[in-house]
């Protein structure tokens, strides 16, 4: 009994130690990031904190690294100071924190590893995070190689097209093929159709060289397709980046399997035109060709080069049909490889016109001229003399015709359906009749015995003949239905009363014209003659000039009339021959004069005035009052 009390006093004392011991219990906490990313050759800084749930007297912060198998310390803290522990992988680049965090610069792909952050606070405990340290370096542009040779696409099974490589990246890249802008399936499995063979290579820097090879049985749809290669990888922040290759083509050998045929001239044929027709294959390489011409019961073999035949200022007989032919023996007989084409030649007869050449028509006669031809398609036909057109079909008729109609009319034939297609031809009509003088101009001149010259002009066929009357020296020059005729002459009087006359004379009669020559100032600004005779501008200018003269003479006459008398009258006054003088000045001036009387004394001699007037002073003498 007592044994059992005695437990029972013990079991209470034991619940209440174990209380006491749980209510006493301290503890250590430490944080790190679980990962920490970084590029490669950058400066990092690993965190590491702690807390506890008492204050310890003495705190070691230490950091770890993995190597041999084994733990190494690298950096510690405690309360008398921060070290770095030697021969260790990072020694040198290593440094502690005040925050405790872990400083190392440069970092290396050796360095990418788990960190281990110890914290021991004495009899409060211990414990440890870890940060795994991720790098990140991006590869080298990718490089891709062609395999170099022709691939038939008839071959049975897969062949190397090119192969892709990029190197130097961390962590380890992809590479992914494209054709055109379609990634192409990764496939490993080796088959008849397409697959990838793909290798992975740690250099002894520690990054990562990654290539890629690509088998494939193309079609001859892939001779356009551009095939290049993609590297795609991480980087910091879970970015995912890539680089792309240069892109290149398939060499490809694939049949025939359709031909063309066509003229490289975009518009209408015509004789004197040089054709070109070109022949193409759509096998590669490209077939050799063979050209003829169908005839009736046959073909004309004909060379050409590259596909192109040509010929050279073309005429109708060239028309026909032309046969072209692609020589290429792996093409299935079931492929059209013969192709034919029409040439059309255009062509445009010369023109016929009725009358031809030279039509001599009577003056006020009747004239109808006509154009005619034969092409490959509708033409027209139009009659223009000059810049005039007169009609627009082959039929030209005239009627009542002058002298003005007399010329060169030309007849134009053309195929609207083919330009540059025409052709043209001329007609001269002659108009026959007694002369017709139209133009005849009067003459001026400064005084009788000066020369002349004057200008007759007359239509008529045949050419009429010009005669002066009287004569002088002339020059004569022609022209169609035309004579122009210009006589040079000395002025006589008879002239100056009968003029000159100008006669037009050929077969048909004769025509006279009588020209008039005139005294005027100026002939080279002689207008036309006047009606009444004369010339209302030059004897205009002629009166005014006569008026205008006879002003200015006698102004300088009464000029030098008055200077003579100014010189004369000095003279007699200094003479003393004049009655007027000084003293009789004086007396007139020194005359006594009161209130209520005025006396005015006037001298009448006329020649004392004058004297006054001109005395050497200039100036005139006053009178007293």
């Not at 961390?170 to 093929?177: E, K, S």
């Not at 002659?430 to 133009?439: A, H, K, M, N, Y």
């Not at 001149?445 to 002009?457: A, H, M, N, P």
Request: glycine share 8%; aromatic share 6%; with cysteine.
């Amino acid at each position: 009994m007592d044994a059992f009390r005695g437990l029972g006093r013990a079991v209470p004392l034991c619940a209440w130690l174990l209380w006491a011991l749980h209510g006493c219990q301290c503890s250590v906490t430490v944080t790190v990031p679980p990962e920490h990313e970084a590029l490669l050759k950058s400066s990092i800084s690993l965190p590491c904190s702690y807390t506890t749930t008492e204050k310890p007297n003495n705190v070691l912060v230490e950091w770890f690294i993995d190597e041999g198998g084994a733990r190494k310390r690298v950096a510690y803290h405690t309360e008398s100071g921060s070290g770095t522990d030697l021969d260790t992988p990072v020694s040198g680049r290593v440094s502690l924190g005040k925050d405790l965090s872990l400083n190392l610069r440069e970092v290396q792909i050796s360095d990418e590893r788990p960190y281990h952050c110890q914290v021991t606070a004495g009899a409060t405990g211990s414990a440890e995070g870890t940060v795994q340290l991720k790098l990140f370096a991006a590869p080298e542009r990718p490089e891709v190689k062609e395999s170099g040779r022709i691939i038939s696409v008839t071959e049975k099974t897969t062949s190397e097209v090119g192969s892709c490589v990029s190197r130097n990246g961390n962590p380890t890249p992809r590479l992914i093929w494209y054709k055109d802008s379609t990634p192409l399936p990764e496939i490993t499995d080796i088959n008849d159709n397409m697959y990838m063979r793909s290798s992975v290579v740690k250099e002894s820097s520690g990054l990562y060289t990654v290539s890629n090879s690509l088998y494939l049985k193309p079609v001859k749809e892939d001779k356009d397709s551009k095939f290049h290669c993609r590297v795609e990888y991480s980087m910091p922040g879970k970015s995912v980046q890539h680089k792309d290759s240069d892109s290149f083509t398939l060499s490809l050998h694939y049949y025939t399997e359709e031909v063309t045929f066509d003229l490289v001239n975009s518009a209408p044929i015509k004789e004197g035109d040089d054709v070109t027709m070109k022949c193409e294959a759509d096998g590669n390489p490209a077939p050799d060709f063979e050209f003829s011409k169908k005839t009736s019961n046959d073909r004309i073999i004909l060379v050409g080069s590259d596909g192109v035949f040509t010929l050279k200022s073309v005429s109708r007989d060239d028309g026909g049909v032309y046969v072209c032919e692609a020589v290429d023996f792996d093409s299935p007989d079931s492929v059209q490889l013969m192709k034919e084409l029409l040439l059309t030649v255009h062509y445009l007869d010369p023109l016929t016109v009725s009358p031809s050449d030279t039509r001599l028509v009577p003056l006020g006669g009747d004239v109808e001229l006509t154009c005619t031809t034969q092409g490959s398609d509708t033409h027209s036909l139009q009659w223009s003399k000059g810049a005039d057109v007169l009609s627009q079909s082959g039929v030209l008729s005239l009627e009542g015709v002058t002298y003005e109609d007399a010329g060169v009319y030309s007849c134009l034939g053309t195929v609207p359906s083919v330009p540059g297609l025409q052709r043209e031809t001329n007609v001269s009509v002659i108009v026959t009749g007694r002369p017709e003088i139209d133009s005849a101009l009067d003459g001026v001149v400064v005084k009788e015995g000066d020369l002349v010259t004057l200008t007759c002009s007359a239509q008529g066929y045949p050419m009429p003949n010009i005669t002066w009357t009287p004569s002088g020296k002339k020059f004569v020059s022609n022209s169609v239905n035309r004579i122009t005729s210009t006589v040079t002459l000395t002025v006589t009087s008879k002239i100056l009363q009968s003029g000159v006359t100008c006669e037009a004379t050929n077969v048909h009669g004769t025509n006279t014209k009588m020209l008039r020559v005139m005294i005027g100032k100026d002939t080279s600004t002689a207008s036309p003659a006047h009606p009444s005779g004369g010339n209302p501008v030059l004897t205009s200018a002629g009166k005014q000039q006569s008026g205008s003269s006879g002003v200015v003479v006698a102004i300088v006459v009464c000029v030098l009339l008055l200077l003579l008398l100014v010189a004369l009258l000095y003279c007699l006054q200094r003479k003393g021959k004049l009655p007027c003088g000084r003293q009789e000045k004086k007396e007139v001036l020194n005359a006594e004069t009161n209130t209520n009387d005025i006396v005015v004394e006037m001298k009448s001699d006329k020649a004392n005035e004058e004297a006054g007037l001109l005395e050497p002073s200039g100036r005139r003498p006053t009178a007293a009052q």
